[in-house]
């Protein structure tokens, strides 16, 4: 975002980028708008990355309007290989990758187990109408689930929606969530 406040005041305080690279900060200097004295490490780390001749030239290349976002851009870059010289911003847009795709797996699972449940009730509801019960030891075998090695021994079943839910993870594998009555 621009900030040239500084500048129009009649005072002209260098840029960012002037005073990093010790020289008088021109009225028309490209970085002024855009690397304000008040941020520093925000220029000196573009620098460091890019070099300020080739973001100058980049600059220059581009419409007045346009230079903000680049600048941004540049910007972001500049702090995501400070971060990580090897990726940059591309090893954090993996990472947040992966763990969309992990989600993903949990909420999938989650969904099955709740479709699971669901089935089971029904099938629950529709024997006790014809008074015949199921134990819930045969129930489990009768419709096995996923979790159905995880689900701890009731000595009743209770309908679905007076279930209480809780998760368990294993966390060595946070792609397997399983759920089972409390």
Not at 42 to 58: D, L, Q, T
Not at 99 to 111: F, K, N, R, S, Y
Not at 124 to 132: F, G
Request: proline share 7%; hydrophobic share 40%; with cysteine.
């Amino acid at each position: 975002m621009m900030k040239e406040s500084s500048r129009k005041q009649g005072a002209a305080s260098p840029c960012a980028a002037c005073k990093l690279l010790r020289r008088r900060c021109a009225q028309d200097c490209v970085f002024a708008p855009y690397f304000p004295a008040d941020e520093p490490q925000k220029f000196a780390n573009v620098h460091r990355v890019f070099g300020a001749s080739n973001v100058n030239k980049m600059l220059q290349e581009l419409a007045v309007e346009q230079r903000g976002d680049a600048v941004s851009s540049i910007v972001y870059e500049a702090n995501a290989r400070v971060r990580d010289p090897v990726y940059g911003c591309v090893g954090a847009i993996s990472s947040l990758q992966q763990q969309i795709d992990m989600l993903q797996t949990q909420l999938a699972i989650a969904q099955a187990e709740v479709v699971h449940l669901k089935v089971r009730q029904a099938a629950s509801l529709s024997t006790a109408t014809t008074h015949h019960p199921i134990s819930p030891s045969n129930s489990a075998a009768a419709s096995p689930s996923p979790s159905s090695n995880f689900m701890p021994p009731s000595s009743h079943t209770k309908p679905f929606f007076e279930m209480d839910m809780a998760m368990a993870v294993d966390h060595d594998n946070l792609a397997e969530c399983v759920w089972y009555p409390t």
